[in-house]
């Protein structure tokens, strides 16, 4: 099921085609949010819908910036990339700047050095030299890139562009929708609770009931025993409530 993120600009919500549009258009896109609102979701069902179709989708990457600690240029995170998946990068890179390749990099805060300071201008510059390779790789493609992160990395929107080397204007500015709507809940549910057919049992559900994405997502998946309409919600979590 796909979530909307929202321009930050407007307030207005877009969906996954929404951005791939944008993607085909060589746009830069930022998506930043808290952990377990979606962005490496996003990430992946932009990737899914791109590869499904690779005759008239332009050719599309996928890094996980958490595997690229230290790098300074952007070659050398694509070729570690390659050599993760056990390719050879080399004919790659000789056109890696073309127009018909769409990147998208996940989890610029995770790129970051473990170096620090308690003067702030220094834990700027440290910010700014811990993502040099994503600003080179950014610099450098003609095609469009995605780029997720925490929001809270960069103390700010101007900072974040500066370091890098996007401006303002050329940049599309998302941010996650922070929980499920209760239609969004109530389709999830629907999705995957046989039971849970209607919006009856939607409104049987407590208050307590996260509705971050990933926290629905890891409930669902190791601890399915909870979603239980008839017996756990009102006999177990009963107790305390």
Known sequence: MSMYHIYK????????????????????????GDFGLGKSRC?????????????????????NLRDHWGAKRATEVLDRHFVELGLEAKNFIKTF????????LDGFDEIGTQSWSS??????HIREISVCALK???????????ITGREYYFNSDKEMLSSLGLSEEQTVLLECQHEFTD????????????????????????EW????????????????DIFSIDYALDDICGFWY
């Open 183 to 206: 239609e969004q809940l109530l389709t999830f549910i629907s999705q995957n609770l046989p039971d849970a057919k209607g919006k009856e049992e939607l409104e049987s559900l407590p």
């Open 97 to 104: 700047e073309q127009p018909n390749t769409i990147y998208l």
């Open 136 to 146: 080179d790789l950014i610099h450098k493609v003609q095609g469009g890139v995605l």
């Open 43 to 63: 990430v992946k069902q932009i990737f899914d819908t791109l590869t499904n179709d690779t005759v008239s989708n332009p050719y599309t990457i996928a890094i």
């Open 9 to 32: 600009k407007t307030g207005q919500a877009v969906d996954i085609n929404g951005i791939i549009n944008l993607l085909k258009k060589g746009k830069r896109v930022i998506l930043t």
């Open 119 to 124: 003067d702030p201008r220094k834990m700027q």
């Open 209 to 224: 009931l996260p509705r971050r994405p990933l926290v629905i997502q890891l409930l669902l998946k190791y601890a399915s």
